[in-house]
């Protein structure tokens, strides 16, 4: 009798701190930092990059790498959508919070621009919309996450993950220059009683 019960109490044990280790593993809730929205942007630094890694990675043989974690978020009310990009501190990972690579950090800070990019491109196609219309504004959201999503990963291909430097400018350019486009576009409330 005395078996069975440590071996309950063994495999309860065993299952809860896998599903420990798994919450922590993608969040870092030990350390958490609320997601910050895009205006916070200028101050984000490797210090926010508060993600665990538990199992040492390397991208191409480097040890030397971050990743950032962005996602777009929406709440759709009667008569208005507010879309934000936010970006995921306890979810983004730098292999050292006190390095100094300023290319590697402008390259991170980067997927946070496009992220922010294809929210105001979102926020410009449900303004034109006709009418208030909650379907159609959630497949506009669905849409431009998959294709903030593909370019995501354009960028981190043609720039190597930054190491090609040429193009790493070129998209900076890109992406800033269609964010100046889309500046009326920067407040995260679209409001539809006051067009109509």
């Known amino acids: 009798m005395k078996i069975i019960l440590y071996k309950k109490v063994f495999f309860t044990t065993l299952i809860l701190g896998l599903i420990g280790f798994i919450i922590i593993s993608h969040t870092n809730f030990l350390n958490y930092e609320k997601p910050l929205t895009f205006d916070k942007y200028e101050q984000i630094t490797f210090k926010n990059f508060r993600g665990i890694e538990f199992f040492k990675k390397t991208l191409y043989g480097n040890e030397r790498f971050a990743y950032v974690v962005t996602s777009i978020d929406y ?41 922010e990019l294809y929210v105001r491109k979102a926020k410009e196609k449900i303004h034109k919309l006709d009418r208030f219309d909650k ?8 849409q431009v996450g998959k294709d ?43 409001n539809f009683h006051e067009r109509y």
């Open 75 to 115: 709440k759709i009310e009667d008569n208005s959508v507010t879309i934000q990009s936010l970006f995921h501190p306890s979810r983004s990972f730098v292999y050292n919070q006190n390095t100094n690579s300023k290319e590697l950090l402008q390259h991170e800070k980067y997927h946070i621009k496009i992220t």
């Open 135 to 142: 379907r159609k504004i959630k497949q506009i959201i669905e």
């Open 148 to 190: 903030e999503r593909a370019f995501q990963k354009e960028y981190d291909y043609n720039t190597f993950h930054s190491y090609v430097l040429s193009e790493q400018k070129k998209y900076e350019i890109v992406v800033d220059s269609l964010l100046n486009l889309l500046t009326e576009y920067k407040k995260p409330k679209i």
